[in-house]
């Protein structure tokens, strides 16, 4: 396990955690292809760089190496255990390359006012976990995110700029202060690979809706993919649920091709 009670325990006392090494070299070269694939790299843009400096490719993704990288189950682990519960559900998640020029205005915030309805409270079952993996070096002049550990509130003499090592991931509450910074260099990129996630039961909370997607061609082809289990984390009902009949699962299979070649369900009724 890649993700020990040392992390959860550092995560907890300071409302985030960086792990090096997160992915073995292949996966996280793979990781880097397929981002200059989706997000092109500077030296490819720099000759018409976008107005903002920044490029963004959001779930669900063309690239189905994206779509997969959500279903990591060290981070849900984590994540569950974070939140005290089994029952978690994907939020959202992003891509994000960052190049020079770009206007983003560093601005110190925390994520719960966009991602909920209700205030942080202090209780750490509340507030979603956010999960921010960087697959090429960060340097200081790369936009690193500055974060201001959970102790300090948002006190900025404390603030940590998160220069990382390629294959570095962090993951943090969406109550801790944190902001972006300038992109000061000439060359290269920023990229991030953000997944989200949160309690099922806490119907109050999410960064967007993705219940619209039933029809979404990348969506639909991912879906067929996965398990019932798997299924499950993006808010389908789970194996044995009342709603599979013999009618519904034909729809389901017509509706998402691959559906339930593994056979995991069973209809409740015509």
């Known amino acids: ?92 998640a992003h891509n994000w390359a960052k190049y020079p020029g770009c206007s983003a205005l560093p601005q110190l915030h925390i994520d719960n006012g966009n991602n909920s309805l209700l205030p942080p ?12 993996y960087f697959p090429e070096e960060v340097r200081a002049e790369h936009a690193p995110m500055q974060v201001i550990p959970k102790p300090f509130c948002k006190d900025l003499t404390k603030k940590i700029s998160l220069e990382v090592p390629a294959g570095t991931q962090m993951i943090f509450n969406t109550y801790l202060w944190h902001s972006a910074s300038a992109f000061e260099g000439k060359e290269k990129q920023r990229y991030s690979v953000t997944r989200i996630y949160g309690r099922a039961d806490h119907y109050w909370e999410g960064v967007s809706s993705y219940t619209d997607l ?27 649920h009342p709603y599979y009949t013999s009618k519904t699962l034909k729809l389901l299979e017509e509706q998402y091709p691959g559906w339930n070649t593994k056979g995991e369900y069973t209809p409740m009724g015509i």
Not at 121 to 132: A, E, F, L, N, V
Request: proline share 6%; with cysteine.
């Open 1 to 92: 396990m890649k993700l020990s009670d040392d992390h959860l325990n550092t995560f907890v006392e300071q409302g985030f955690v960086v792990v090096e090494d997160f992915y073995p070299e292949e996966k996280r070269v793979r990781i880097v292809a397929a981002l200059h694939e989706t997000l092109p790299p500077w030296d490819v843009i720099k000759g018409q760089p976008p107005e903002s400096g920044m490029l963004t490719d959001d779930f669900p993704y063309s690239e189905m190496l994206f779509n997969e990288l959500i279903l990591d189950f060290d981070l849900i682990d984590f994540v569950q255990r974070a939140l005290e519960t089994e029952d978690i559900h994907f939020r959202y």
């Open 121 to 132: 409270c202090g209780d750490k079952r509340y507030g979603q976990i956010s999960s921010w």
């Open 214 to 240: 039933g029809r979404n061609e990348h969506f639909r082809q991912f879906i067929g993919t996965l398990t019932a289990r798997e299924r499950e984390f993006f808010r389908f009902p789970p194996a044995g």
